[in-house]
């Protein structure tokens, strides 16, 4: 299967401010996704990230928040706006293998907003 | 509303003994179901998947059982080994449901003791 990394790993930032965080896959996939892990908490999809089109979020995110971009079948970015400290979470980067039907992750970016 | 539950946050075994890990859903919609493992700071790895065409699945140490009239799957691992201690997370999806939408359990955090 494909090779999917994220940067950063981890960063620590202050409260206000943005980040956006990097997906590369090293193959093109149709479907590519966002998910967030909150301390303690299980997995959950914030949007799908569509490419050539906008994002198609899940009920409680929303895009002025988590602004997400798809500029090809490679590469894609979510961006944390105006942090507070209820956004430390993992956020992950992941895509569909649309032959298996099994969704595979990158290694995450730890976030810790203080 | 959880959607998949992992009701046992934690699981101590001792080597070479069997691991199981149990996961229970309430949407009879779902029909593919994947467990995955996590390591602290990583990614969670794909494991092993099971269609609700089946009731059972193999891959080497690990087996997956579906028993849909219960709503539930069970991962057993044989025999558990020290390089299994992680996070082990359930994940369901539905072709007419959602399709590209995983919903996760919250995990369960697995000990194999040497």
């Known amino acids: 299967s494909a090779v999917i990394s994220q940067k950063p790993s981890r960063d620590i930032c202050q409260r206000g401010t943005s980040l956006t965080i990097q997906c590369q896959v090293d193959s093109q996939v149709t479907m590519m996704f966002w998910y967030r892990q909150q301390p303690g908490q299980s997995l959950t999809l914030i949007a799908t990230?569509?490419?050539?089109?906008?994002?198609?979020?899940e009920s409680g995110f929303v895009i002025d928040k988590f602004p997400i971009s798809r500029p090809n079948l490679t590469f894609s970015t979510l961006t944390v706006s105006n942090m507070s400290p209820e956004d430390s979470s993992i956020y992950l980067c992941?895509?569909?293998?649309?032959?298996?039907?099994?969704?595979?992750f990158g290694e995450g970016s730890r976030l810790t907003v203080l | 509303d959880q959607q998949v539950k992992q009701n046992s946050p934690s699981l101590s075994v001792q080597e070479g003994r069997i691991s199981i890990l149990n996961c229970d859903y309430t949407?009879?919609?779902?029909?593919?179901f994947l467990w995955y493992k996590k390591y602290p700071a990583e990614g969670p790895t794909f494991l092993i998947s099971i269609s609700s065409i089946k009731d059972k699945n193999e891959d080497g140490r690990f087996t997956v059982f579906l028993n849909k009239s219960a709503k539930h799957l069970s991962l057993h691992i044989v025999p558990s080994q020290p390089g299994d201690s992680a996070v082990y997370f359930c994940?369901?999806?539905?072709?007419?449901?959602?399709?590209?939408?995983?919903?996760f359990g919250s995990g369960t955090k697995l000990n194999v003791k040497p």
């Open positions: 990230a569509n490419q050539g089109s906008e994002a198609t979020y």
């Open positions: 949407n009879s919609m779902f029909d593919y």
């Open positions: 994940a369901a999806s539905g072709y007419e449901y959602n399709f590209n939408k995983f919903y």
């Open positions: 992941s895509f569909r293998d649309t032959g298996t039907g099994e969704l595979f």
